[in-house]
Protein backbone atom coordinates (compact mmCIF):
# COMPACT_ATOMS: atom_id res chain seq x y z
CA UNK A 1 0.00 0.00 0.00
CA UNK A 2 3.02 2.18 0.86
CA UNK A 3 4.21 1.46 -2.78
CA UNK A 4 0.98 2.18 -4.15
CA UNK A 5 0.56 5.47 -2.33
CA UNK A 6 3.99 6.76 -3.23
CA UNK A 7 3.66 5.92 -6.89
CA UNK A 8 0.26 8.18 -7.03
CA UNK A 9 1.80 10.91 -5.21
CA UNK A 10 4.17 11.42 -7.82
CA UNK A 11 1.62 10.37 -10.51
CA UNK A 12 -0.64 12.56 -9.34
CA UNK A 13 -4.16 12.31 -7.24
CA UNK A 14 -7.25 13.74 -6.64
CA UNK A 15 -8.91 14.41 -3.03
CA UNK A 16 -12.51 14.40 -3.32
CA UNK A 17 -15.18 15.13 -0.79
CA UNK A 18 -18.63 14.33 -0.78
CA UNK A 19 -21.42 15.54 2.14
CA UNK A 20 -23.93 13.30 0.13
CA UNK A 21 -25.86 10.83 2.52
CA UNK A 22 -25.32 8.09 0.32
CA UNK A 23 -21.69 8.29 -0.05
CA UNK A 24 -22.14 4.16 -0.72
CA UNK A 25 -23.50 5.00 -3.62
CA UNK A 26 -20.93 7.13 -5.21
CA UNK A 27 -18.33 4.95 -4.11
CA UNK A 28 -20.46 2.04 -5.93
CA UNK A 29 -20.38 4.33 -9.22
CA UNK A 30 -17.06 4.68 -9.35
CA UNK A 31 -16.68 0.62 -8.82
CA UNK A 32 -18.36 0.14 -11.39
CA UNK A 33 -16.60 2.97 -13.92
CA UNK A 34 -13.28 0.98 -13.00
CA UNK A 35 -12.15 3.85 -10.68
CA UNK A 36 -9.92 2.68 -7.92
CA UNK A 37 -10.58 4.74 -4.77
CA UNK A 38 -8.53 4.78 -1.87
CA UNK A 39 -8.25 5.80 2.02
CA UNK A 40 -12.06 6.55 2.02
CA UNK A 41 -12.81 8.28 5.76
CA UNK A 42 -16.33 9.54 7.06
CA UNK A 43 -16.09 13.22 7.24
CA UNK A 44 -19.38 14.53 8.66
CA UNK A 45 -22.09 13.38 7.13
CA UNK A 46 -20.26 12.60 4.12
CA UNK A 47 -17.22 11.36 3.11
CA UNK A 48 -13.87 11.82 1.89
CA UNK A 49 -11.56 9.94 -0.13
CA UNK A 50 -8.80 9.58 -3.35
CA UNK A 51 -8.57 8.77 -6.78
CA UNK A 52 -5.88 8.83 -9.23
CA UNK A 53 -5.82 12.50 -10.98
CA UNK A 54 -5.58 10.08 -14.70
CA UNK A 55 -8.85 8.65 -13.74
CA UNK A 56 -10.38 12.11 -12.70
CA UNK A 57 -8.96 13.45 -16.08
CA UNK A 58 -10.46 10.76 -18.19
CA UNK A 59 -14.07 10.86 -15.71
CA UNK A 60 -13.95 14.31 -14.82
CA UNK A 61 -17.55 14.96 -16.34
CA UNK A 62 -19.03 12.37 -14.11
CA UNK A 63 -17.04 13.21 -10.82
CA UNK A 64 -17.68 16.92 -11.40
CA UNK A 65 -21.47 16.03 -11.51
CA UNK A 66 -22.13 14.39 -8.51
CA UNK A 67 -18.81 15.27 -6.38
CA UNK A 68 -16.62 18.31 -5.60
CA UNK A 69 -12.84 17.73 -6.08
CA UNK A 70 -11.06 19.22 -3.32
CA UNK A 71 -7.11 18.99 -3.76
CA UNK A 72 -4.91 18.13 -6.39
CA UNK A 73 -1.67 16.74 -5.37
CA UNK A 74 1.53 15.16 -6.71
CA UNK A 75 5.10 15.68 -8.36
CA UNK A 76 3.45 15.15 -11.71
CA UNK A 77 0.58 17.72 -11.36
CA UNK A 78 3.71 20.48 -9.87
CA UNK A 79 5.48 20.12 -13.08
CA UNK A 80 2.42 20.80 -15.28
CA UNK A 81 2.53 24.20 -13.91
CA UNK A 82 6.14 24.75 -13.83
CA UNK A 83 5.02 24.62 -18.00
CA UNK A 84 3.25 27.70 -17.65
CA UNK A 85 5.90 29.53 -15.54
CA UNK A 86 8.68 29.42 -18.56
CA UNK A 87 10.46 32.14 -16.62
CA UNK A 88 11.02 30.34 -13.76
CA UNK A 89 11.68 27.16 -15.42
CA UNK A 90 14.61 28.61 -17.18
CA UNK A 91 15.77 30.60 -14.41
CA UNK A 92 16.02 27.08 -12.25
CA UNK A 93 17.76 25.60 -14.83
CA UNK A 94 20.57 28.26 -15.01
CA UNK A 95 21.13 28.36 -11.36
CA UNK A 96 21.30 24.45 -11.47
CA UNK A 97 24.17 24.57 -14.36
CA UNK A 98 25.68 27.68 -12.52
CA UNK A 99 25.87 25.72 -9.60
CA UNK A 100 27.50 22.54 -11.32
CA UNK A 101 29.79 24.66 -13.34
CA UNK A 102 30.72 26.29 -10.21
CA UNK A 103 31.28 23.21 -7.83
CA UNK A 104 32.95 21.55 -10.72
CA UNK A 105 35.85 24.01 -11.45
CA UNK A 106 38.79 24.81 -8.74
CA UNK A 107 38.27 28.19 -8.00
CA UNK A 108 41.74 28.68 -5.31
CA UNK A 109 45.06 26.90 -4.72
CA UNK A 110 46.58 26.63 -1.46
CA UNK A 111 50.02 25.36 -0.78
CA UNK A 112 50.84 24.06 2.69
CA UNK A 113 53.96 23.54 4.71
CA UNK A 114 56.03 26.18 2.58
CA UNK A 115 57.17 29.41 2.57
CA UNK A 116 55.35 32.12 0.40
CA UNK A 117 58.44 32.04 -2.12
CA UNK A 118 57.94 28.61 -2.77
CA UNK A 119 54.71 29.09 -3.00
CA UNK A 120 55.07 31.42 -5.68
CA UNK A 121 57.49 29.10 -7.59
CA UNK A 122 54.47 25.94 -7.22
CA UNK A 123 51.87 27.97 -8.78
CA UNK A 124 54.33 29.39 -11.88
CA UNK A 125 55.29 25.92 -12.51
CA UNK A 126 51.91 25.24 -12.74
CA UNK A 127 50.66 27.97 -15.10
CA UNK A 128 53.88 26.40 -17.04
CA UNK A 129 51.50 23.40 -17.31
CA UNK A 130 48.67 25.11 -18.69
CA UNK A 131 46.77 24.92 -15.09
CA UNK A 132 45.42 28.32 -14.82
CA UNK A 133 42.74 29.16 -11.84
CA UNK A 134 39.46 28.36 -12.62
CA UNK A 135 39.74 24.69 -13.95
CA UNK A 136 37.84 22.18 -14.21
CA UNK A 137 38.44 19.50 -11.60
CA UNK A 138 38.55 16.96 -14.43
CA UNK A 139 41.00 17.91 -15.83
CA UNK A 140 43.14 17.87 -12.82
CA UNK A 141 44.92 14.33 -12.10
CA UNK A 142 46.64 14.57 -8.92
CA UNK A 143 49.10 11.49 -9.11
CA UNK A 144 50.55 13.57 -12.35
CA UNK A 145 50.57 16.89 -10.14
CA UNK A 146 52.44 15.08 -7.46
CA UNK A 147 55.14 13.87 -10.12
CA UNK A 148 55.45 17.22 -11.40
CA UNK A 149 56.20 19.22 -8.39
CA UNK A 150 58.28 16.28 -6.75
CA UNK A 151 60.58 16.47 -9.74
CA UNK A 152 60.74 20.17 -10.18
CA UNK A 153 61.40 20.75 -6.49
CA UNK A 154 63.78 19.14 -3.58
CA UNK A 155 60.48 17.93 -1.04
CA UNK A 156 60.70 15.11 0.79
CA UNK A 157 56.82 14.32 0.62
CA UNK A 158 54.00 16.02 -1.88
CA UNK A 159 50.40 15.25 -2.04
CA UNK A 160 47.80 16.60 -3.86
CA UNK A 161 44.41 16.55 -3.33
CA UNK A 162 40.95 18.11 -4.52
CA UNK A 163 38.62 19.87 -1.63
CA UNK A 164 35.37 21.39 -2.90
CA UNK A 165 36.90 24.07 -5.34
CA UNK A 166 39.69 23.85 -3.53
CA UNK A 167 43.16 22.53 -4.56
CA UNK A 168 45.50 21.94 -2.09
CA UNK A 169 49.09 20.98 -2.11
CA UNK A 170 50.86 19.50 0.69
CA UNK A 171 54.33 19.71 1.00
CA UNK A 172 57.04 18.56 3.47
CA UNK A 173 60.43 20.28 2.51
CA UNK A 174 63.65 18.37 3.23
CA UNK A 175 65.87 18.64 6.01
CA UNK A 176 69.48 19.28 5.64
CA UNK A 177 71.40 15.83 6.01
CA UNK A 178 74.07 16.59 8.40
CA UNK A 179 77.36 16.77 6.98
CA UNK A 180 78.85 13.12 7.20
CA UNK A 181 82.50 12.49 7.82
CA UNK A 182 84.35 10.40 5.08
CA UNK A 183 86.63 7.63 5.61
CA UNK A 184 89.45 8.95 4.03
CA UNK A 185 89.14 12.06 5.80
CA UNK A 186 91.67 13.27 8.64
CA UNK A 187 90.15 13.00 11.92
CA UNK A 188 89.92 12.53 15.28
CA UNK A 189 88.07 11.19 18.43
CA UNK A 190 86.60 12.79 21.23
CA UNK A 191 85.14 12.35 24.08
CA UNK A 192 81.38 13.49 24.60
CA UNK A 193 80.62 12.70 28.13
CA UNK A 194 82.73 12.92 31.59
CA UNK A 195 83.91 9.31 31.95
CA UNK A 196 86.18 7.32 33.39
CA UNK A 197 87.70 4.83 30.48
CA UNK A 198 86.69 1.41 30.55
CA UNK A 199 88.18 0.07 27.28
CA UNK A 200 90.18 1.40 24.67
CA UNK A 201 90.03 -0.32 21.11
CA UNK A 202 91.58 2.12 18.49
CA UNK A 203 91.73 0.96 14.74
CA UNK A 204 93.92 3.30 13.67
CA UNK A 205 95.50 6.47 15.20
CA UNK A 206 96.87 7.39 18.05
CA UNK A 207 94.84 6.80 21.67
CA UNK A 208 96.18 9.13 23.96
CA UNK A 209 93.80 7.39 26.53
CA UNK A 210 94.44 4.64 28.73
CA UNK A 211 92.12 2.48 31.12
CA UNK A 212 91.67 4.02 34.25
CA UNK A 213 91.93 7.61 32.74
CA UNK A 214 89.13 10.28 33.95
CA UNK A 215 88.46 12.16 30.90
CA UNK A 216 86.12 15.09 30.17
CA UNK A 217 83.66 16.37 27.78
CA UNK A 218 85.78 17.81 24.74
CA UNK A 219 88.97 15.72 25.49
CA UNK A 220 90.59 13.80 22.12
CA UNK A 221 90.58 10.12 23.03
CA UNK A 222 92.18 8.85 19.68
CA UNK A 223 94.51 11.67 18.12
CA UNK A 224 94.42 11.83 14.11
CA UNK A 225 98.11 13.14 14.16
CA UNK A 226 100.48 10.50 13.89
CA UNK A 227 104.31 10.53 13.74
CA UNK A 228 105.81 8.70 9.93
CA UNK A 229 107.86 5.81 11.09
CA UNK A 230 110.32 7.05 8.30
CA UNK A 231 110.71 10.79 9.15
CA UNK A 232 110.46 13.15 12.07
CA UNK A 233 107.40 14.66 10.32
CA UNK A 234 103.28 14.41 11.66
CA UNK A 235 101.11 13.14 9.56
CA UNK A 236 97.20 13.55 9.85
CA UNK A 237 95.03 10.54 9.35
CA UNK A 238 91.76 9.27 10.00
CA UNK A 239 90.86 7.98 13.39
CA UNK A 240 88.78 4.76 13.82
CA UNK A 241 87.80 2.74 16.97
CA UNK A 242 85.69 2.42 20.21
CA UNK A 243 86.29 3.71 23.33
CA UNK A 244 84.23 3.03 26.10
CA UNK A 245 83.73 4.47 29.01
CA UNK A 246 82.21 4.80 32.83
CA UNK A 247 79.42 6.73 32.90
CA UNK A 248 77.69 8.40 36.01
CA UNK A 249 74.28 9.46 35.96
CA UNK A 250 72.57 11.25 39.00
CA UNK A 251 68.51 11.44 39.09
CA UNK A 252 66.58 13.28 41.53
CA UNK A 253 62.61 12.86 41.34
CA UNK A 254 59.81 13.64 43.30
CA UNK A 255 55.86 12.40 43.25
CA UNK A 256 52.83 13.42 45.34
CA UNK A 257 51.37 11.88 47.54
CA UNK A 258 47.80 13.49 46.85
CA UNK A 259 46.82 14.52 43.48
CA UNK A 260 44.19 16.86 42.44
CA UNK A 261 42.99 15.21 39.05
CA UNK A 262 40.09 16.29 36.65
CA UNK A 263 37.18 14.28 36.37
CA UNK A 264 34.50 14.61 34.48
CA UNK A 265 30.84 14.39 35.54
CA UNK A 266 29.47 13.12 32.63
CA UNK A 267 27.26 16.50 31.97
CA UNK A 268 27.41 18.40 28.71
CA UNK A 269 26.40 21.24 26.99
CA UNK A 270 26.73 22.36 23.55
CA UNK A 271 26.71 25.71 21.71
CA UNK A 272 26.72 26.24 17.95
CA UNK A 273 28.11 29.27 15.82
CA UNK A 274 27.32 30.17 12.73
CA UNK A 275 30.84 30.58 10.89
CA UNK A 276 31.53 33.07 8.08
CA UNK A 277 34.81 33.09 6.70
CA UNK A 278 36.91 33.71 9.94
CA UNK A 279 34.28 35.27 12.23
CA UNK A 280 31.73 32.83 13.88
CA UNK A 281 28.34 34.00 15.38
CA UNK A 282 26.28 31.78 18.23
CA UNK A 283 23.27 30.77 17.38
CA UNK A 284 22.28 28.59 20.32
CA UNK A 285 23.58 27.14 23.40
CA UNK A 286 26.05 29.22 26.40
CA UNK A 287 29.57 30.09 26.27
CA UNK A 288 31.24 28.92 29.16
CA UNK A 289 28.29 27.18 31.26
CA UNK A 290 30.58 25.23 33.76
CA UNK A 291 32.98 26.87 36.26
CA UNK A 292 35.53 23.90 35.18
CA UNK A 293 35.10 22.16 31.41
CA UNK A 294 36.88 20.90 28.71
CA UNK A 295 35.93 22.22 25.45
CA UNK A 296 35.66 20.27 21.93
CA UNK A 297 34.18 21.24 18.55
CA UNK A 298 33.89 20.51 15.55
CA UNK A 299 32.76 21.66 12.41
CA UNK A 300 30.09 20.48 10.57
CA UNK A 301 29.74 21.56 6.79
CA UNK A 302 27.10 22.23 4.76
CA UNK A 303 26.85 19.84 1.89
CA UNK A 304 26.97 22.23 -1.57
CA UNK A 305 27.10 25.70 0.39
CA UNK A 306 30.27 24.82 2.66
CA UNK A 307 31.68 23.82 -0.97
CA UNK A 308 31.34 26.71 -2.62
CA UNK A 309 30.97 29.86 0.19
CA UNK A 310 32.95 29.53 3.58
CA UNK A 311 29.56 29.15 5.13
CA UNK A 312 29.57 26.22 7.72
CA UNK A 313 28.51 25.57 11.60
CA UNK A 314 30.69 25.46 14.29
CA UNK A 315 29.85 22.55 17.36
CA UNK A 316 31.30 23.42 20.83
CA UNK A 317 30.64 20.88 23.26
CA UNK A 318 31.28 21.97 27.05
CA UNK A 319 31.97 18.86 29.32
CA UNK A 320 31.60 19.83 32.80
CA UNK A 321 34.76 18.77 35.11
CA UNK A 322 35.17 18.85 38.80
CA UNK A 323 38.67 18.42 40.62
CA UNK A 324 39.08 15.31 42.65
CA UNK A 325 41.97 14.93 44.87
CA UNK A 326 43.21 11.18 44.70
CA UNK A 327 45.60 9.18 46.98
CA UNK A 328 48.55 7.46 44.97
CA UNK A 329 50.07 4.67 47.06
CA UNK A 330 53.60 4.14 47.45
CA UNK A 331 54.16 1.07 45.39
CA UNK A 332 52.69 2.91 42.35
CA UNK A 333 54.54 6.50 42.53
CA UNK A 334 58.09 4.60 43.39
CA UNK A 335 57.00 2.31 40.32
CA UNK A 336 56.21 5.47 38.30
CA UNK A 337 59.62 7.44 39.35
CA UNK A 338 61.24 4.07 38.62
CA UNK A 339 59.93 4.06 34.77
CA UNK A 340 60.47 7.79 34.39
CA UNK A 341 64.04 7.66 35.41
CA UNK A 342 64.52 4.78 33.06
CA UNK A 343 63.14 6.65 30.34
CA UNK A 344 65.25 9.33 30.88
CA UNK A 345 68.24 7.20 31.15
CA UNK A 346 67.64 6.16 27.55
CA UNK A 347 67.42 9.38 26.40
CA UNK A 348 70.51 10.09 27.30
CA UNK A 349 72.90 7.26 26.58
CA UNK A 350 73.01 5.14 23.42
CA UNK A 351 71.25 1.76 22.28
CA UNK A 352 73.99 -0.19 22.68
CA UNK A 353 74.67 1.11 26.40
CA UNK A 354 74.68 -1.46 29.12
CA UNK A 355 73.63 -0.61 32.84
CA UNK A 356 76.97 -2.06 35.57
CA UNK A 357 75.04 -1.12 38.82
CA UNK A 358 72.54 0.80 39.65
CA UNK A 359 71.80 2.46 43.31
CA UNK A 360 67.90 3.72 43.89
CA UNK A 361 66.98 5.24 46.98
CA UNK A 362 63.09 5.75 47.95
CA UNK A 363 62.28 7.85 50.48
CA UNK A 364 59.14 10.26 51.68
CA UNK A 365 57.74 13.10 53.56
CA UNK A 366 54.28 14.60 54.55
CA UNK A 367 53.71 15.42 51.28
CA UNK A 368 55.87 13.87 48.64
CA UNK A 369 57.95 10.02 47.87
CA UNK A 370 61.20 10.63 46.69
CA UNK A 371 63.85 8.71 44.54
CA UNK A 372 67.45 9.76 44.44
CA UNK A 373 69.22 7.43 42.29
CA UNK A 374 72.85 6.88 40.35
CA UNK A 375 73.25 4.67 37.68
CA UNK A 376 76.84 3.34 36.52
CA UNK A 377 77.08 2.83 32.91
CA UNK A 378 79.30 1.65 30.30
CA UNK A 379 78.86 3.03 26.82
CA UNK A 380 80.77 4.76 23.52
CA UNK A 381 81.66 8.00 24.28
CA UNK A 382 83.83 8.45 21.51
CA UNK A 383 82.59 10.83 18.87
CA UNK A 384 84.70 11.74 15.38
CA UNK A 385 85.49 15.01 14.35
CA UNK A 386 86.94 16.21 11.31
CA UNK A 387 91.04 17.71 11.20
CA UNK A 388 92.29 20.46 9.08
CA UNK A 389 95.78 21.29 8.65
CA UNK A 390 97.03 24.28 9.99
CA UNK A 391 99.21 26.93 7.18
CA UNK A 392 102.08 28.27 8.68
CA UNK A 393 102.47 31.95 9.11
CA UNK A 394 105.54 32.82 7.05
CA UNK A 395 108.57 33.95 9.95
CA UNK A 396 109.84 37.74 9.48
CA UNK A 397 113.39 36.21 8.71
CA UNK A 398 112.05 34.15 5.66
CA UNK A 399 110.65 37.72 4.36
CA UNK A 400 113.62 39.44 4.85
CA UNK A 401 115.08 36.68 2.53
CA UNK B 1 -26.02 -19.90 -3.58
CA UNK B 2 -26.89 -20.85 -6.86
CA UNK B 3 -26.86 -24.61 -7.88
CA UNK B 4 -24.83 -23.85 -10.81
CA UNK B 5 -22.22 -22.13 -8.19
CA UNK B 6 -22.21 -24.70 -5.43
CA UNK B 7 -21.17 -27.03 -8.37
CA UNK B 8 -18.34 -24.99 -9.79
CA UNK B 9 -16.96 -24.82 -6.13
CA UNK B 10 -17.18 -28.24 -5.48
CA UNK B 11 -15.19 -28.81 -8.61
CA UNK B 12 -12.71 -26.38 -7.96
CA UNK B 13 -12.19 -28.38 -4.61
CA UNK B 14 -12.09 -31.55 -5.79
CA UNK B 15 -9.44 -29.96 -8.60
CA UNK B 16 -7.15 -28.35 -5.46
CA UNK B 17 -7.92 -25.04 -7.57
CA UNK B 18 -8.58 -21.62 -5.92
CA UNK B 19 -12.36 -21.52 -5.69
CA UNK B 20 -12.95 -17.88 -6.59
CA UNK B 21 -11.36 -19.05 -9.72
CA UNK B 22 -13.99 -21.15 -11.11
CA UNK B 23 -17.21 -20.02 -8.42
CA UNK B 24 -18.93 -16.77 -7.80
CA UNK B 25 -18.12 -17.18 -4.14
CA UNK B 26 -15.98 -14.44 -2.06
CA UNK B 27 -12.76 -14.62 -0.49
CA UNK B 28 -12.31 -13.21 2.85
CA UNK B 29 -9.05 -12.61 4.75
CA UNK B 30 -8.54 -11.26 7.95
CA UNK B 31 -5.66 -9.66 9.76
CA UNK B 32 -6.05 -10.07 13.29
CA UNK B 33 -9.58 -7.79 14.00
CA UNK B 34 -7.66 -4.86 12.36
CA UNK B 35 -8.40 -5.61 8.60
CA UNK B 36 -10.57 -7.31 6.62
CA UNK B 37 -9.76 -8.20 2.95
CA UNK B 38 -12.96 -9.47 0.87
CA UNK B 39 -12.41 -10.66 -2.61
CA UNK B 40 -15.20 -11.15 -5.58
CA UNK B 41 -17.57 -8.56 -3.58
CA UNK B 42 -20.08 -6.23 -5.46
CA UNK B 43 -20.12 -3.04 -3.36
CA UNK B 44 -20.98 -1.64 -0.73
CA UNK B 45 -23.85 -0.79 0.78
CA UNK B 46 -23.53 0.81 4.00
CA UNK B 47 -20.53 2.54 5.22
CA UNK B 48 -20.57 4.10 8.66
CA UNK B 49 -17.88 4.78 10.94
CA UNK B 50 -19.44 1.58 13.11
CA UNK B 51 -20.21 -0.21 10.46
CA UNK B 52 -19.83 -1.80 7.06
CA UNK B 53 -22.10 -3.67 4.82
CA UNK B 54 -20.34 -5.47 1.44
CA UNK B 55 -22.66 -6.98 -1.24
CA UNK B 56 -21.11 -10.28 -2.63
CA UNK B 57 -23.16 -12.91 -5.07
CA UNK B 58 -25.10 -14.58 -2.64
CA UNK B 59 -24.67 -12.99 0.90
CA UNK B 60 -24.70 -9.79 2.51
CA UNK B 61 -21.47 -9.43 4.80
CA UNK B 62 -22.26 -6.78 7.55
CA UNK B 63 -18.93 -5.80 9.82
CA UNK B 64 -19.51 -4.17 13.09
CA UNK B 65 -16.36 -2.62 15.00
CA UNK B 66 -15.60 1.09 15.35
CA UNK B 67 -13.26 3.90 13.69
CA UNK B 68 -13.96 1.80 10.00
CA UNK B 69 -12.04 3.11 7.13
CA UNK B 70 -11.85 1.84 3.79
CA UNK B 71 -7.98 1.38 2.91
CA UNK B 72 -8.82 0.55 -0.80
CA UNK B 73 -11.63 -0.40 -3.34
CA UNK B 74 -11.87 -0.75 -7.01
CA UNK B 75 -13.84 -3.83 -9.34
CA UNK B 76 -11.33 -6.92 -7.73
CA UNK B 77 -11.22 -6.45 -3.70
CA UNK B 78 -12.22 -4.29 -0.34
CA UNK B 79 -9.89 -3.51 2.32
CA UNK B 80 -11.51 -2.31 5.43
CA UNK B 81 -9.66 -1.12 8.14
CA UNK B 82 -10.78 -0.37 12.16
CA UNK B 83 -11.34 -2.39 14.82
CA UNK B 84 -13.33 -5.26 14.27
CA UNK B 85 -15.90 -6.59 17.08
CA UNK B 86 -18.23 -8.75 14.90
CA UNK B 87 -19.04 -10.54 11.20
CA UNK B 88 -22.10 -11.53 10.12
CA UNK B 89 -23.54 -13.51 7.18
CA UNK B 90 -27.07 -12.59 6.36
CA UNK B 91 -28.50 -14.58 3.14
CA UNK B 92 -29.96 -12.78 0.38
CA UNK B 93 -33.54 -13.19 0.47
Known amino acids: MLIFKLMYLIRGYVVIRTDDKNAEKVLNILRRRNIAVWDVEKKGKGIKFKISYEDYIKNSNLINEIVNPVIKRGAMLKLNKV ?95 PAEIKSNEPSSIISVKNAIINKVIAKSGQPVVKEGDVVYEGQTLIMGIVKNKNSDEFMMVPSDGIIYGKTYYNFEMKEEKIRSVNMSTNKSKTVYYLKLNENSIKIIGDKDPYERYDY ?23 YEEEIKKIEIDKQTAQNKMKVAMYDELLERCDDDSRILKSNINFSEDDEFYYLIAQIEVIEDIGEKIRIFPIEEEQTDETKED | MSKFNNFRSKLADELEIPNNALSDNFELRMHGNKKVIIENHLGLTVYDENMV ?9 KIKGSKFKIEEINNLKVIVKGNIKEIIFSMKE
Open chain 1, 83 to 177: KFRKGFSIGLLILIISLYLLTSMIWDVEVVGTNQTNTNEILGLLEENKIKIPVSISRIETKQLETLIYNNFEYKFVDVFVEGSKLIIFVREREPE
Open chain 1, 296 to 318: RESVIKVPFVSNITDISFLKGVY
Open chain 2, 53 to 61: SIKTNDQDI
